[in-house]
């Protein structure tokens, strides 16, 4: 309740009080600014930003960069100087862009000149930023039907991050860069979903229609050599989701189009929901029910739908790993040898079994009532160790860093998140109770 209060007490801000730009500098170009922000919105919560943008594409950029102009420059040289350690250098990303750009529909590429117009980063730099490799130990889950309370279908989500980034220059972390945008897109549909600055697309979120979508990396063999893979990468796809998609199966034909790397996805909207797995050459689809995820070691809970980093589907296994039974890897072996190139051979197969293995059980704990309430309560002691001594030691060695976590009632638009800033794990942090319906409603205002 007191969350809540919290909420609607930003929600009057927002309408009584909405932010007042400062413009400087030549009044054409004043004017042309006030213009392009159109209403678009900011609000500083401590541990995230919400912003709310509108627009055709190329304004929502505008208004992205130009509201988020330093948080975008300092996300950029954070990822880079994370992935140059790597050995993936600025040049490769200039041809991977190169590679990739042609297949990217042209409103986005509307959209990441407006960011690069309105931040001042070059669009070379934008748009490279946003095809930058992720590796994401993510978790997701959704329950509906006799699984849940009230029939309602709940969404689950956390999303981690393996390495800590910082900006060289600022030392920010991108920890305190993290948003919650709102998207208003003219004659398509508005979303919300949290990101990070100068991004176009997160790793999932949920539109209008209750169209719920997440991602999980899942590289296999054929993603080792990256400079042969073609299609439309995910961050554009997850937004095409959001931006298009009436229903879940609209969104899995989305998904599904244009492919590249390895990755699962759960999908839903108000009535059930899917799980998607898909490599550059192959997906599967299915539902709970669905043969596949009865695979042992791997097994079916009553309209429960789950995934980690790691494929069920036999086909997509074979090209991930040597033995489909990933339980029977040695742990610590994987553990100390974990690192994001190793995704594409074994992709730390025993961490994604044990993972799967302790977020299935606790939900199966709370299957039959699982609500809005106990679904994070379940999240946030799983990754606080509580309930299994195995990861307890895995996020001690640092495994498993919760950028944001959320759970989502896709029937009444009743959102729980909270984020990770430079003191806390997500799993530690405050909780903010929105309901994206009433967000949506108060942000167009």
Not at 51 to 57: K, R, V
Not at 83 to 92: A, I, R
Not at 303 to 332: C, D, G, M, W
Not at 430 to 440: A, G, P, S
Request: charged fraction near 20%; hydrophobic fraction near 40%; include cysteine.
């Amino acid at each position: 309740m007191k969350n809540k209060i919290i909420a609607m007490f930003f929600y009057t801000l927002l309408i009584i009080n909405p932010i007042t730009y400062v413009l400087s500098g030549n009044n054409d170009e004043n004017l042309q600014n006030y213009k392009l922000l159109n209403e678009s919105r900011i609000v500083d919560y401590n541990d995230f930003k919400l912003i709310y943008i509108n627009g055709s594409y190329y304004e929502m950029g505008h208004q992205h960069g130009y509201l988020l102009k330093d948080e975008i420059k300092e996300n950029f040289r954070a990822f880079l100087d994370y992935t140059q350690s790597l050995g993936w250098d600025y040049e490769f990303y200039c041809y991977l862009w190169d590679q990739f750009k042609d297949y990217v529909p042209e409103k986005y590429l509307n959209e990441l000149h407006g960011i690069s117009d309105g931040s001042g980063l070059s669009l070379l730099n934008i748009s490279i930023q946003n095809i930058m490799i992720d590796w994401f130990h993510c978790c997701e889950a959704a329950a509906w039907g006799p699984a849940t309370t009230d029939g309602n279908l709940i969404y689950i989500r956390s999303f981690d991050w393996p390495m800590e980034m910082t900006d060289p220059i600022s030392g920010k972390s991108i920890k305190e860069n993290q948003i919650l945008m709102i998207r208003n897109p003219d004659n398509e549909y508005a979303s919300i979903e949290p990101s990070l600055s100068g991004f176009i697309g997160g790793p999932g979120g949920v539109n209008e229609n209750g169209v719920s979508i997440g991602m999980i990396c899942s590289y296999t063999l054929d993603d080792i050599d990256l400079s042969l893979i073609e299609g439309i990468p995910i961050s554009f796809r997850i937004k095409m989701v959001l931006d298009n998609a009436s229903n879940a199966l609209n969104a899995i034909k989305i998904i599904n189009s244009n492919k590249t790397c390895g990755y699962n996805f759960i999908i839903s909207d108000v009535d059930r929901a899917y799980v998607t797995e898909q490599n550059h050459s192959m997906s599967y689809n299915g539902t709970w029910n669905s043969n596949v995820e009865s695979n042992s070691p791997f097994w079916s809970i009553d309209h429960v739908i789950r995934r980690t980093n790691i494929f069920i589907n036999k086909s997509l296994a074979e090209n991930q790993r040597k033995k489909y039974n990933p339980s029977i890897f040695p742990l610590l072996k994987t553990i100390f040898k974990l690192n994001p190139v190793g995704y594409k051979t074994s992709f730390s197969s025993s961490t994604s079994w044990l993972h799967y293995f302790v977020l299935s059980r606790d939900i199966e704990k709370i299957w039959g009532k699982i609500d809005l309430n106990n679904s994070m309560e379940m999240l946030r002691n799983l990754y606080n160790g509580k309930t299994n001594f195995r990861f307890f030691l895995l996020r001690k060695l640092g495994v498993y860093i919760p950028l944001h976590q959320w759970v989502f009632n896709s029937k009444t638009g009743d959102l729980l998140i909270s984020f990770a800033n430079v003191e806390k794990d997500a799993c530690k942090n405050y909780i903010y109770d929105f309901n994206i319906f009433e967000l949506m409603d108060f942000m167009n205002c």
